[in-house]
């Protein structure tokens, strides 16, 4: 199973709304990634886990909060979102975070619409 | 962190073959990668070098790495109208976790 699996597909929420975007794999990975992609703009690192444990924030608003509650599942949390929140939110795993070649497998995506 | 730099349209017509250009930041990135992005879908793995080499072929796919220059190069050989899509060069960056840093992509375009 070389899959990253990514729900919802779709999430459309009012700027009161608090929702989860919820991202599994099942291949043993120990590092797993948040991405945000705005249209035609390259994917932005939000969030790095390692072994269940946060390592890296790119200054990302308190509004989004990580969680990786095990090592196959990793959750991002929104309260109260801005409509410029609004983008495509990508879910990736890696083998490790290592220097040798472990391929970056990344979900679908989860297309987010804040009103 | 610094970019990832891409140029961001090119137009070809099908049967040519198409270069996209990237410039990279990070001279300690192991691997290079390319990812394509059909309208609407999400990120495919197209292709990535390691960083010692110079040239990696795969089918219609040739990537040149000058190490020197931080320059990375796809060749799409015989573009086909299937190959318009917004290209995507990245870097993996040891000090965001190995994470990808992405180019800002190429949109190929590609006429009959």
């Known amino acids: 199973d070389t899959e990253v699996t990514q729900t919802p597909k779709h999430l459309v929420m009012g700027m009161t709304n608090k929702k989860s975007l919820k991202c599994e794999q099942h291949?043993?990975?120990?590092?797993m990634y948040w991405y945000k992609q705005k249209a035609k703009k390259p994917p932005e690192l939000m969030f790095v886990y390692s072994y269940e444990k946060l390592s890296i924030n790119e200054s990302v608003p308190s509004r989004f909060s990580p969680e990786c509650p095990n090592s196959s599942l990793l959750n991002l949390h929104l309260h109260a979102l801005q409509p410029e929140d609004s983008a495509l939110y990508l879910c990736?795993?890696?083998?490790?975070?290592?220097?040798?070649?472990?391929?970056?497998?990344f979900g679908p995506g989860t297309r987010l619409t804040v009103l | 962190g610094e970019d990832v730099e891409q140029s961001l349209f090119l137009s070809v017509r099908e049967g040519d073959s198409s270069v996209i250009n990237c410039t990279y930041t990070?001279?300690?990135?192991?691997?290079l990668y390319w990812y394509k992005q059909e309208p609407g879908a999400g990120l495919q793995l197209l292709t990535y070098i390691f960083s010692n080499m110079d040239m990696k072929q795969d089918q219609r796919l040739t990537v040149l790495l000058n190490k020197k220059d931080k320059h990375l190069s796809l060749r799409i050989a015989d573009t086909q109208t299937g190959d318009s899509a917004i290209y995507f060069c990245?870097?993996?960056?040891?000090?965001?976790?190995?994470?990808?840093?992405f180019g800002k992509g190429t949109t190929l375009s590609v006429s009959s």
């Open positions: 990070d001279s300690s990135s192991t691997y």
């Open positions: 291949m043993g990975h120990r590092a």
């Open positions: 990736a795993s890696r083998a490790s975070g290592g220097l040798s070649y472990n391929e970056q497998f």
């Open positions: 990245a870097e993996n960056r040891v000090q965001a976790g190995t994470a990808l840093i």
